[in-house]
């Protein structure tokens, strides 16, 4: 059983930066891909940021250029570098895992085989 857990979520300003991470206990996880989505009150689940086992990385456009995916397979974690924050990004984010073809980058959440719980993100002045 994998457990994900995600962090670094909170409060900041419009323009500022957030580092969130997710770690995986339980199983180990091996070789798997990583992806990251967002969920706003009212709307869908949306893709932000997935990185393949190989660290091959895909952006959602909304988010290019200002967020970054990371891993650390030693610590079996993942993270998401936010700058640039905008009120629009406000949103639970959500840490996934991939297991099932992990060297494949996908933007959808049925390919993902874990999820966490999800780590609130508010930005506001």
């Known amino acids: 059983q994998v457990q994900l857990v995600e962090s670094g979520g909170g409060l900041v300003q419009p323009g500022g930066s957030l580092r969130l991470s997710c770690a995986a206990s339980?199983?180990?996880?091996?070789?798997?891909?990583w992806g990251w989505f967002r969920q706003a009150p009212g709307k869908e689940r949306d893709f932000v940021a997935t990185i393949t086992r190989a660290g091959n990385t895909n952006y959602a456009g909304s988010v290019q250029g200002r967020f970054t995916i990371s891993r650390d397979n030693a610590k079996n974690t993942v993270y998401l570098e936010m700058s640039s924050l905008k009120p629009e990004d406000a949103a639970v984010y959500y840490c996934?895992?991939?297991?099932?073809?992990?060297?494949?980058?996908?933007?959808?959440?049925?390919?993902?085989?874990?999820w966490g719980q999800g780590t609130q993100v508010t930005v506001s002045s």
């Open positions: 339980g199983s180990v996880l091996s070789n798997n891909g």
């Open positions: 996934c895992a991939r297991v099932r073809n992990s060297a494949y980058i996908s933007a959808a959440a049925t390919s993902y085989d874990y």
